[in-house]
């Protein structure tokens, strides 16, 4: 399959199998995307592994923490959280990606773009081998109590999750945006 294809195949998976991914899978294809980022320099952004049953619950309860404890997350059915819980903790990988705060904002921004960078290349690599994945950034996510249970550094930046498995099913492509609606022409002294 060429680059192009492959961009245009890969999909935001959902629902996942319940086959295992190998650690080991996940430790080649983040090497490989690593490698794909010419200007991410080391220590630029790190992540941290949930894959075991343990691991995955844990995260989770760090995800609902928040939101349950919120006005609305009151209101909300013990049973409508369980299920929730259930479908994040069968899901059978998450990688939280960081990138490195630096000493100013060019540094910042080029962290950020580096781990953003490998976090899709690591998608891509990861459609060829048959894995599917979601890039999280919900905001009911992003709470203090969320930072310190994933072990967020005060010199990082939360980048997202990545939740990762077998798919058996890629969705259909949607509707894309033509490249010519995002076009703007600089001309002479206005746009």
Avoid at 56 to 81: A, H
């Amino acid at each position: 399959m060429s680059l192009a294809e492959l961009i245009r195949a890969r999909r935001s998976i959902r629902k996942y199998s319940s086959t295992p991914v190998d650690q080991e899978l996940v430790v080649e294809l983040l090497r490989k995307a690593n490698r794909l980022q010419p200007f991410a320099e080391a220590g630029s952004w790190r992540v941290v592994y949930a894959g075991t049953p343990e691991a995955r619950e844990r995260l989770v309860d760090c995800m609902l923490e928040q939101m349950s404890q919120s006005r609305l997350g009151k209101l909300i059915p013990g049973k409508l959280l369980d299920i929730f819980k259930k479908r994040f903790t069968d899901i059978p990988v998450h990688l939280i990606v960081m990138s490195t705060v630096g000493p100013d904002r060019l540094t910042n921004d080029r962290n950020y773009a580096a781990a953003c960078g490998m976090m899709q290349s690591f998608q891509l690599i990861g459609w060829e081998h048959g894995l599917g994945m979601l890039w999280d950034t919900e905001s009911m996510i992003l709470h203090e109590g969320f930072f310190k249970g994933i072990g967020l550094r005060e010199d990082e930046r939360f980048v997202g999750i990545l939740h990762i498995g077998y798919y058996e099913k890629a969705p259909r492509s949607r509707k894309r945006t033509p490249a010519e609606q995002k076009w703007t022409v600089l001309r002479g002294q206005s746009i």
